[in-house]
């Protein structure tokens, strides 16, 4: 009974699953801004964490608020997604939200060490 299941009927779930990985960009934010589809936009982080850490690695000089800023920078697109513009490439306007959080963040550690 390879692939079959009981009666030859699966089961709903099986029916339709979306492979997150293969959309593009443009394709998991419209999924996410119309239904708030949380597996589109864990597809999304997972393409771009890993690159936006290297990026705000090379920018930050504590190491240890990189893991903070990454998902405070997450955090911040998502809430804000409806003002991306849909002709715009993602990846630039996720890192220029990256860049402004490690800018903040460094404020701020300037700010307490005073």
């Known amino acids: 009974m390879d692939s ?18 293969r959309e593009n960009d443009q394709t998991l934010i419209e999924n996410y ?3 708030r589809d949380q597996k589109a936009w864990a597809a999304l982080q997972t393409r771009y964490e ?11 000089k504590r190491e240890e608020d990189l893991e903070e800023v990454v998902a ?4 911040k697109a ?3 997604l409806e003002t991306f513009k849909r002709d715009a490439n993602f990846a630039t306007w996720l890192f220029q939200i990256g860049n402004n959080a ?3 963040r460094s404020r701020s550690n300037r700010v307490r060490s005073i």
């Open 33 to 35: 801004l119309a239904s």
């Open 72 to 75: 405070d920078t997450f955090a």
């Open 50 to 60: 890993g690159r936006l850490t290297n990026f705000l690695r090379r920018r930050m």
């Open 102 to 104: 490690a800018i903040d």
């Open 78 to 80: 998502a809430a804000k």
């Open 4 to 21: 079959q299941f009981e009666g030859g009927i699966r089961p709903q779930y099986e029916t339709r699953r979306k492979d997150y990985a």
